[in-house]
């Protein structure tokens, strides 16, 4: 289905049915009109199983009959994750499917009946009128490796929550028990450190061992950068430690499990960033946007499985809109409001892109260059902040012409148009 505003209108013709759905857990409920905003029948209530869609589909298909409707498109207010399995279902049949805003159904539900009720019933007849006016969206509904790459990511996204959530049970670990840990060692990950936990994490164990006992524990773990000399702070250190003394056989327990869980979440993490890369490869253009000087692997990993079948994508403004990257400005007479982006679109792409654009502009010779004109250019220079804006636009500009191209990256074209800028060769 077409995208623009005229030609979202210009579907829903007289010959259409509408059919808005207000999504729930257990059941939805539907209701249908037609172009001119005339209800047929009574709502329809339907269970989120298979016998429910179908009753959907035998309801659907009888309004047809009746009112002699041979196009149907279906909307719902996208409601969690419960509008997933009735929205592949439908596609799957060859219905045209659509989601509307939620905030759009909000604002608009008084219009009817001026009051605030808000009810399922109710719902589906605002979700119904707002796509007769042509105010829905097309859901990107990725299929296939795209799909693939989505669910890695969420797997990617969980097993991060667990790995930092891991190490602060660690470090509140080393806080409680032995506080004095990180006089004798900057970081808990280091390999000495770690060692020291699995083999004598507490004071009470330490202080009783010789130095010479710590560093020859050690020894089979780490070959060189600590010796007799951190042994003997460490045990200094433990003699005169403040750490809690009481519960000390189940604390043992508690960091050894800790470590073991951290362990495994890192060795899970770096087999799923290995498969992640395998499948992103085949992705068209994937390995010249991989190529870009600054530009992380797991950015083009995040950029796909965000974006999809990037050959769907008219127009790279449509990737900017995606992202929530768009402008907006508050403007009434004579007052002009600050300018600022949407953030309406997919927020974990828009971290993507901005967690990327960070080393771009150290690493890359065209971005960094770019970065310099956008913030010390002699008329209206950005701050620095907003400059990172603009070149998050122009990245996603770049990968979608890398994207249907499959082309390698030329920094040039970034700078043409502009006052000469030395760049060294990217």
Known sequence: MNYTQNKKISQITPSTLIIGIDVAKEKHVARAQDDRGFEF???????NRIHGFQSLLDWVERHQKEN???????GVEPTGHYWFSLAYYLTAKG???????????????????????????KDAKVIA?????????????????????????????????????????????????????????????????LCTLKLFPLPSQIKQMAPEEVAKGWK????????????TKL???????????IGLQFAKCEIAYLLEQYELFKKQLKELDQELEEIVEKMPGAK?????????????????????????????????????????????????????????????????????????VIHNPNFKALHQYYTKRPVRPLKSQQ??????CKLLRALFVIGHQQCKFDGSKLLKGLPQIDVEAA
């Not at 029948?41 to 269970?47: A, D, N, Q, V, Y």
């Not at 939620?102 to 001026?114: A, G, Q």
């Open 288 to 360: 010249e946007m991989m190529a870009i000087k600054g530009l992380a692997t797991t950015t083009v990993v995040l950029f796909f499985s965000e974006v999809g079948d990037i050959t769907k994508y008219s127009h790279p403004q449509q990737l900017v809109n995606l992202a929530g990257l768009s402008l907006k400005e508050h403007s009434s007479g004579k007052y002009k409001g600050q300018t600022r982006i949407t953030k309406r679109g997919r927020s974990k792409l828009r971290k993507a892109l901005y967690l990327a654009i960070r080393p771009l």
């Open 220 to 231: 089979p773990y780490v070959k060189k950068g600590v010796g007799i000399k951190k042994a």
């Open 68 to 74: 002699g409707k041979n196009h149907v498109i279906f």
């Open 387 to 392: 400059s990172l804006i603009a070149l998050c």
């Open 41 to 47: 029948g009574k709502r329809l209530i339907f269970e």
């Open 95 to 121: 219905f045209d499917f659509v989601l509307v805003n939620p905030m759009h159904v909000k604002k608009s539900k008084e219009l009817d009946d001026n009051s605030p009720t808000k009810n399922d019933t």
């Open 235 to 245: 045990v200094e250190k433990a003699q005169k430690s403040i750490g809690i003394e």
């Open 129 to 193: 009128q707002l796509i007769k006016d042509g105010r829905y969206s097309i859901p990107n509904l990725l299929e296939g490796i795209h799909a693939e790459l989505r669910e890695g990511v969420k797997v990617r996204d969980q097993l991060i929550k667990l790995l930092t959530s891991t190490g602060g049970k660690i470090q509140n670990f080393i806080q409680r028990y032995f506080p004095e840990f990180f006089d004798v060692f900057s970081d808990w990950e280091g390999k000495a450190a």
